[in-house]
Each structure stands twice: as structure tokens, then as C-alpha cells.
């Protein structure tokens, strides 16, 4: 329903289809970011059989969204095993 008041707004109103446009590009990029947060290997979902998940990854996991300058492939694994 609210799909169609859109696009008969839009037909009505041509100016108001690029503010459509980046509102759609703004809430799915905001969805895709809060997916991205809640499957982080920094969340806990299940503290029974999974307590502290950051552990199952190797020092050379990019935690980070954008790495600029770092390949994280190549780091050399530093520090003990747990």
C-alpha cells in the first residue's frame, strides 16, 4: 500500500522521485549495516554453547568494514593458541 501511494505521488510529482529514490537507498543501506552489526563475530547470540565467538577467528580475520592499508592475509600469526 504504501508502495502505491509512491508511485501515484511521483506521477503527480516528478520532483519528489530522487527523494524516493535516496530515502529506499538510505533505509537499505541502514538494514544492511544493522544485519552486519548483529552478525559481527563481536555479538554473542547463544553464551551456552558459544560464550565468547570471537575466538573461533584467526588474528588475520578483517574485522574492520574497510581496511585501507592493511592486508590482513598476509599478518603473520603472533601470540599463543588458546
Known sequence: MPIR???THAKKHPGLIPQFFFLVVGMTGA???L???AKGPHVSWNRKN???PWNTYGP???Y???AVNTDYK???KE???F
Do not use: F, H, W
Open 79 to 81: 601470540g599463543p593458541d
Open 35 to 37: 544485519i552486519r552489526l
Open 64 to 66: 574492520k568494514l574497510v
Open 31 to 33: 538494514s544492511c549495516y
Open 74 to 76: 598476509a599478518l603473520k
Open 50 to 52: 558459544n560464550p565468547e
Open 5 to 7: 501511494t509512491m508511485i
Open 60 to 62: 588475520n580475520y578483517q
